[in-house]
């Protein structure tokens, strides 16, 4: 028995409104999968890849956890990553975290989560080496929104420093990183100042997007 009809509804809803749009559009994607594009984000229900940057399924590849950590030991985000880099050969990474994390937040205070405090000590690592910057801030949800920012950052590096990334530079395939942020309260994406083409080119942009961010300057939207 179905127990959730209305998203059986929905799925049924949406599936004849693609192929009003294109009547081949199901055959094409079941025969081949080739984004450009791998998205790194956060679960959070309200961060939806594909319609953010309006691209349609098959257009996207995507992972997403609890505040958009990259691990050195996660075998299931190296596997996407891998799979993306060297298989699919996308073009681009985007690590987007987005304001009002709840993650990030727990984080910042230290709160007990569970079973995700202990994922989460890796976006209290970022907080304890930027003490000085966070503390400089005039109220919690500017802490907040900055260690949302100084996450994207270092998880961004944490891509540029796997072995996957460095063996497709190293054998000079085209691969930028990028580290964005989205907000909740208008939409809109911006851009942390990350932008890697190679491992000198990755430990370059940290600086400088670190160094932007210390100062005070925020990130950039679009124009």
Same mark, same amino acid.
């Given at each position: 028995?179905? =127990?959730?009809?209305?998203? @059986?509804?929905?799925? =049924?809803r949406?599936?004849?409104?693609?192929?009003?749009?294109?009547p081949?559009? @199901?055959? $094409?994607?079941?025969?081949?999968?080739?984004?450009?594009?791998?998205?790194i984000?956060?679960?959070?229900?309200?961060?939806?890849a594909n319609?953010?940057?309006?691209?349609?399924?098959?257009?996207? @590849?995507? %992972? =997403?956890n609890?505040?958009?950590?990259?691990?050195?030991? +996660?075998?299931?985000?190296?596997s996407v990553?891998?799979f993306?880099?060297?298989?699919?050969?996308?073009?681009?990474?985007?690590?987007?975290?987005?304001y009002?994390?709840?993650?990030?937040?727990?984080?910042? %205070?230290?709160?007990?989560?569970?079973?995700?405090?202990?994922?989460?000590? %890796?976006?209290?690592?970022?907080?304890?080496r930027? !003490?000085?910057?966070?503390?400089?801030?005039p #109220? +919690? #949800?500017?802490?907040? #929104?900055?260690?949302?920012?100084?996450?994207?950052?270092? &998880?961004?590096?944490?891509?540029?420093?796997?072995?996957?990334?460095?063996?497709a530079?190293?054998?000079?395939?085209?691969?930028?990183? %990028?580290?964005?942020?989205?907000?909740? =309260? #208008?939409?809109?994406?911006? +851009?942390?100042?990350?932008?890697? &083409?190679?491992?000198?080119?990755?430990?370059?942009? @940290? +600086?400088?997007?670190?160094?932007?961010?210390?100062?005070?300057? $925020?990130?950039?939207?679009? !124009?």
């Open positions: 028995m179905n =127990r959730l009809p209305h998203l @059986f509804e929905n799925n =049924r949406w599936a004849d409104e693609m192929r009003a749009r294109d081949r559009f @199901f055959e $094409k994607l079941s025969q081949l999968q080739s984004p450009r594009h791998l998205w984000g956060c679960a959070d229900s309200r961060v939806p319609e953010i940057v309006g691209l349609l399924p098959g257009e996207l @590849f995507v %992972h =997403r609890v505040a958009n950590v990259v691990v050195h030991t +996660d075998l299931n985000c190296l990553i891998h993306a880099v060297s298989v699919l050969r996308v073009r681009h990474i985007i690590v987007c975290g987005h009002g994390c709840g993650g990030v937040r727990a984080a910042l %205070h230290g709160s007990q989560t569970g079973v995700s405090e202990n994922w989460l000590r %890796h976006v209290q690592d970022v907080r304890r930027n !003490a000085r910057t966070l503390g400089a801030l #109220d +919690d #949800d500017a802490r907040a #929104d900055r260690l949302c920012e100084l996450n994207v950052i270092e &998880q961004a590096m944490n891509v540029c420093l796997t072995s996957v990334v460095c063996e530079w190293q054998q000079g395939q085209p691969l930028d990183v %990028h580290g964005w942020i989205y907000s909740l =309260r #208008d939409g809109l994406l911006r +851009d942390v100042r990350f932008h890697a &083409q190679s491992e000198a080119e990755a430990a370059e942009s @940290f +600086d400088t997007a670190a160094d932007a961010l210390a100062r005070g300057l $925020k990130p950039e939207a679009a !124009a």
